[in-house]
């Protein structure tokens, strides 16, 4: 009994090794694959998170690139002489060949089209006018609930239409009274009463057989600003308007929905919740439905909970503005796209941490035999754990970094996008501006010469004169074109700083502008610079040295900038000393020093000191010799102690809270400035006296 006793439990010491081993093995395999599948996850999310916002503006730009065709025909009404009798022909005529031009520009749009504002009184006078001009049958009429045309009610005012392009597509629509549906009135009476383009909300559209909406622009018969809502109404002339069909309006989204395997929902926000649906994009086909594929309501909230990649709004929703309305664009992902996240490499991380662990178990069994090996094989395979686990440790930070830097080319790209899509237009007006000016001088001055030359004006020609309120045109006219020049040239300002921002086109090592590429980080962040409730806006001192050009990789130097100065805005905002407004500024700045570059255990001098009650953020720059230049940011927040200063630019090491910060940041921002610079990125903190960055790079890469 005692030597079988002896001889199980020897067996247990001798498989225990063997058990410990596959626990271990089979444990760090389940955790590597599931952090693998996790950051696999958050790769598609940022993928999707980014084609959501792409598809969001390019249905933004498409649709306002439409509807303010309506502003743009008012403007050419506002220009043009009242329809009275003798000068309907006319106006028709100019409308025609107005909006003939802009349809040319403009594919799919159903129609544009005047609606005048007719009173009760003037109906019959009204019709007879129009019929005598070519449209024999013309009477003003409105639907039926079941919508059938009859004759239109006795109303005090009517809005029919009158002149419509393309008119072989909407004759019919010729004399219906906009004003009589509800939908339509509703946006009308918005338009008149605040003077600006309106839209409504979902319109089945009777005469063209289709749904969609329509963008009203009040025209005035006074040329002066009208400040009060009373003048509005009382000089309103009638509404240029737009029809478009949301098919048309979505067919360019439709086709990237469907590259992308994206169902996509379109809901107006600010209308009723039984209201809301705007259109469906059916992925698969490509198709565009007016109803939504499940009979219950639809809510952005139930949307989004149809897939776990949606959990967050951000991901897969977007809020935009169209004129007066909130839109919101949601994109479920379809299985087609799921399909691209398969997870292959956590299931090979898996598969292969599985059989490492097997083969060493069972090299482990057949290695029993032998005691004099048992530990030189243990120590071999100890050695060979540590060295899976640090690959699988650098595998996950790689993966992360990998992450990030797609999430900073895509901002890159995005914000070249933007400032490409703006600066086309910009450049058009800003070019124009100069022709507008001269022609401008010119008219006045022919005016000037007419009031010169003619002692004697008629005095219909001098009402007009007064009604138009000339001696104030001619004033104002030239300090209006003046205020827009300025304006277009503050536009490509802030273009071109978005440009040198992204640089998408410098991949390769240059020499470039620190102080550019510092001024255009800050405009990105500009947002998160000003003031918030419980906070004071945060303050930008700059004290700029003289720097030559450095040669660096442009792009990653601005993502050192942006990640220091994001983190500079996160210790402000975290700062308890900030939560009341500042009575009075108090900054005291210290200059940075002007000696040699500091040696590895020296400190630079340049600080930002907490006698101020003002949040904020100095940035100094100044040249370290003939070789380096040093960079400063600092902030005045609540600083940090050495335990976690010292752990500052280890990966995944973060203060903040959960989905606030990765903890990458500056371990990356270390990296670049180190190994891809050859240079020195260190902080100096002190709690209660901010904190402060330092990079030194060299001028000249070797």
């Known amino acids: 009994m005692h030597n079988h006793s002896g001889e199980d439990s020897s067996s247990l010491r001798r498989l225990l090794p063997i058990g410990l081993t596959i626990l271990v093995g089979s444990v760090l395999s389940i955790v590597g694959s599931v952090v693998l599948y996790q950051m696999e996850n958050e790769q ?104 059938e045309r009859i004759v239109a009610q006795r109303r005090d005012v009517y809005f029919p239409v009158t002149l419509s392009e393309p008119i072989d597509k909407n004759r019919q629509a010729i004399g219906f009274d906009i004003f009589s549906e509800p939908n339509r009135r509703a946006a009308m009476e918005k338009a008149r009463n605040t003077g600006r383009l309106t839209i409504t909300t979902r319109l089945n559209l009777a005469v063209q057989g289709t749904w969609g909406i329509v963008a009203y622009t009040p025209v005035y018969q006074q040329r002066k600003p009208l400040e009060t809502q009373r003048d509005r109404q009382q000089y309103l002339r009638g509404f240029t308007f737009g029809v478009f069909t949301l098919p048309d309006l979505l067919a360019a989204l439709s086709q990237q929905a469907q590259v992308h395997g994206l169902d996509v929902y379109l809901l107006d926000q600010s209308a009723p919740a039984a209201q809301n649906f705007l259109a469906y994009v059916q992925a698969s086909s490509g198709k565009i439905f007016k109803q939504p594929p499940q009979a219950e309501g639809v809510t952005a909230a139930a949307l989004l909970a149809q897939h776990p990649l949606c959990q967050s709004a951000e991901t897969c929703a977007r809020s935009f503005t169209i004129s007066d309305r909130q839109w919101t664009l949601i994109a479920l992902p379809t299985a087609q796209y799921a399909s691209q996240g398969t997870h292959w490499q956590s299931w090979s991380v898996l598969l292969a941490g599985f059989l490492l662990t097997g083969g060493v178990a069972a090299y482990l069994l057949s290695s029993l035999r032998h005691t004099r090996q048992i530990e030189a094989l243990a120590k071999e395979r100890s050695q060979q754990a540590e060295q899976l686990s640090q690959t699988l440790q650098e595998l996950q930070q790689t993966q992360t970094q990998l992450v990030h830097t797609e999430r900073m080319s895509s901002l890159g790209q995005l914000v070249a996008g933007v400032a490409h899509e703006i600066n086309n237009p910009v450049n058009f007006i800003h ?75 410098e991949s390769e090592m240059k020499q470039v502008d620190i102080h550019e590429g510092i001024d255009s980080t800050l405009l990105i962040l500009q947002h998160r610079l000003k003031e918030k409730p419980g906070r004071p806006s945060i303050q930008i001192v700059k004290q700029y040295g003289e720097l030559p050009l450095v040669e660096c990789f442009a792009g990653q130097l601005n993502q050192v900038f942006m990640n220091l100065l994001s983190n500079a805005v996160d210790a402000l905002e975290g700062s308890e000393r900030f939560v009341q407004p500042p009575a009075e500024p108090m900054l005291a700045v210290s200059q940075p020093s002007s000696a040699p570059r500091p040696q590895a255990e020296s400190r630079p001098t340049s600080a930002v000191t907490t006698a101020t009650a003002q949040p904020q953020i100095l940035i100094q720059t100044q040249a370290r010799g003939k070789t380096h230049v040093l960079i400063c940011i600092a902030d005045n927040g609540q600083g940090m102690e050495e335990k976690v200063r010292s752990r500052l630019f280890t990966p995944f090491f973060t203060t903040k809270p959960i989905g606030k910060g990765t903890g990458l940041g500056l371990s990356i921002s270390y990296q670049i400035v180190t190994q891809q610079h050859h240079g020195r990125l260190w902080c100096d903190s002190t709690p209660g006296e901010g904190t402060q960055f330092f990079i030194e790079i060299p001028i000249h890469q070797n």
Request: proline share 2%; aromatic share 8%.
């Open 431 to 505: 070019g124009n501006l100069v022709h507008v000016r001269r022609y401008a001088e010119d008219l006045l001055h022919l005016i000037q010469s007419f009031q010169q030359t003619c002692s004697e004006i008629p005095q219909s020609l001098q009402a007009q004169i007064e009604a138009i309120d000339l001696d104030f045109i001619q004033v104002d006219l030239p300090k209006t074109l003046d205020s827009m020049t300025v304006g277009t040239d503050r536009i490509r300002q802030i273009v071109l700083s978005l440009r040198n921002f992204s640089r998408l086109d």
């Open 44 to 147: 598609l999310r940022t993928r999707l998170q980014g084609e959501t916002q792409a598809l969001a503006t390019l249905l933004k730009s498409n649709i306002q690139s439409k509807i303010q065709l309506s502003e743009t025909l008012a403007a050419f009404s506002n220009s043009s002489m009242e329809v009275e009798r003798e000068e309907f022909e006319q106006f028709r005529d100019e409308f025609k060949q107005f909006t003939e031009t802009l349809l040319k520009q403009h594919d799919k749009i159903l129609a544009l089209a005047w609606a005048p504002r007719v009173s009760g009184r003037d109906r019959a006078a009204f019709e007879r006018l129009v019929q005598a001009e070519g449209f024999a049958n013309f009477q003003i009429y409105e639907r039926s609930p079941t919508g």
